[in-house]
């Protein structure tokens, strides 16, 4: 054992001890802070769009208008949230008139609940200034002031020569050229690419679709119907969006006014919504309601066995390419002079998995450092759901499956290491293991949404998929047949695993030339060694 234990140590040595290995463990948790950080700034660093609006009709420009206009404080309002929360002091520590703090707390949970509802709330009290004076009392003596965020998308000035009035066909024709990024149009004194052009026709209400009492044919008209949104962009879609909202919206109001309904009552009746409690027959009586906490923690498992795939990665990458470089370099034969096979190879299992678990304590010591350093709103999420995981009995079953993942894995690709001089003839008998490896990730999202399906059920009774399926499951509660027959199974998959292996390193460890065809390698496994 003590010699196990050395050559564990020095396999472990090797590798935290370079240089590359630290830049490749720090290089995850800085990509990460990287894309965290870029992403939380990514609606401000959208680039102004500029639209052009030709209503021939005359009836939808100020739907159009108020349509954009909308948006923009949606998104005024979604950052001003961010930064209330963010400033705010707790309300345990001021003594101020509860009436405004009321009425803050009233549009957080609006926000939180429904935000169509908090945004006409936001609009019909005043919109920034109010809630700006709202808040003032409650927010820090040293917190910056509030930067409003500015428009993403501002109308443009028509270029010279275009008639307004012209037929659609010819208006799309002069605008194609702009459209499509040939010609630009003036604002200002910058020159501007033209994102969107909003063309609605004189005749746009003889396409207006009204309930059928039977189905109307088909027509083979393919000309445009309706409101023309002319666009390059087809992935930006909440300029198009917010217009056909705004549109029908105001379409239905003509239809109530002519049909006499009164338009607020309407309003009102639409604005009304039932809350839907979801409630967890497995918890106890007067605890059922199911909270953030419990949704996270019931897709938390996702996130462990994402960890122990990456980790599983780096660490059987390590194994190989070490026990190739070794054999190929003929360090081997000098190690196998004072030790024996299989004490060697127990070595490099203990060396190379202590290995990944120090890769895994830098990347959570490094988004500890991370979430202490980067406080924000997202970040205070992110805390809380720690505090959720750290609290429930995700930990004894990611440890549990790592280890036995890690073992599992190890020592198949320990062997295969053994029979290859080079990486380039391990990549063959790679490609089969690694094929293996995609199929739990890939499943993954499916067996998080029914982690007692068939699917679940069978994947977990597979050795090469039970760490990953059954940590899948661990939130979910598992039938107790599962949970203790695939533990066994697997725990006695590892140990055929390790002993099958060590028959073939010992065997393959000194061996040169090509690497044995599959009747050869069975041969291996049969062969009884001294």
């Not at 009436?99 to 609009?123: G, H, K, R, T, Y």
């Amino acid at each position: 054992m003590r010699v196990t234990l050395l050559i564990a140590w020095r396999e472990y040595l090797e590798n935290v001890k370079t240089k590359g290995f630290w830049i490749g463990v720090l290089l995850v948790p800085i990509v990460f802070f990287i894309i965290f950080h870029v992403s939380s700034r990514l609606a401000t660093a959208t680039p102004t769009r500029y639209y052009l609006l030709v209503d021939q009709s005359g009836q939808y420009a100020d739907s159009v208008e108020s349509a954009i206009r909308r948006e923009h404080q949606r998104r005024v309002m979604l950052d001003f949230m961010r930064y209330l929360q963010e400033n705010r002091i707790e309300s345990n520590s001021i003594q101020i008139s509860n009436e405004p703090a009321n009425q803050m707390d009233q549009l957080i949970d609006d926000f939180s609940n429904d935000e169509v509802a908090a945004l006409d709330d936001w609009l019909s009290n005043g919109g920034l200034a109010f809630a700006l004076q709202m808040s003032r009392p409650y927010l820090r003596a040293d917190t910056p002031d509030f930067e409003e965020p500015r428009p993403q998308f501002v109308a443009a000035v028509p270029p010279p020569g275009l008639n307004l009035n012209a037929p659609p066909e010819q208006i799309v024709e002069t605008l194609r050229p702009f459209l499509n990024g040939e010609q630009r149009l003036q604002a200002g004194d910058n020159q501007v690419s033209l994102f969107a052009l909003i063309l609605i026709p004189a005749d746009v209400g003889s396409d207006i679709v009204r309930p059928a009492p039977v189905p109307t044919g088909m027509t083979d008209d393919t000309s445009p119907r309706g409101v023309q949104y002319w666009a390059g962009n087809l992935t930006d879609t909440r300029l198009s969006s917010a217009i056909q909202t705004s549109i029908n919206n105001a379409i239905r109001q003509q239809e109530y006014t002519e049909l006499n309904i009164d338009v607020d009552a309407v309003r009102d009746v639409q604005r009304t919504r039932l809350p839907v409690s979801r409630l967890d027959p497995g918890k106890v009586a007067g605890d059922e309601q199911v909270s953030l906490a419990d949704t996270f923690r019931q897709w938390a498992p996702m996130g462990f066995v994402y960890l122990i795939f990456i980790s599983l990665m780096q660490s059987v990458q390590y194994l190989l390419s070490n026990t190739i470089e070794e054999k190929s370099n003929r360090i081997i034969e000098v190690l196998l002079a004072s030790v024996t096979p299989g004490e060697l190879m127990m070595g490099k299992l203990l060396g190379i998995g202590a290995t990944g678990i120090t890769t895994i304590v830098a990347w959570l010591g490094s988004f500890f450092v991370f979430i202490r350093l980067y406080q924000t709103v997202e970040t205070a999420m992110i805390v809380q759901i720690l505090d959720v995981l750290l609290s429930s009995d995700l930990i004894p079953y990611f440890v549990f499956y790592y280890v036995c993942c890690y073992a599992l894995y190890a020592g198949i690709f320990l062997a295969i290491g053994s029979l290859c001089n080079t990486l380039k003839e391990a990549q063959s008998l790679m490609m089969p293991l690694m094929m293996v490896l995609v199929v739990p990730i890939l499943t993954m999202s499916f067996i998080a949404q029914d982690p007692n399906g068939t699917m679940a059920r069978v994947m977990s009774w597979i050795p090469l998929f039970t760490p990953f399926t059954m940590m899948n499951r661990a939130a979910a509660q598992p039938p107790m047949f599962d949970v203790v027959g695939t533990t066994i199974l697997l725990v006695v998959s590892t140990i055929a695993v390790l002993w099958l292996s060590g028959r073939v390193f010992r065997q393959g460890i000194l061996r040169t030339g090509q690497p044995p065809r599959i009747l050869e390698l069975w041969r291996m496994l049969r062969k009884r060694t001294n």
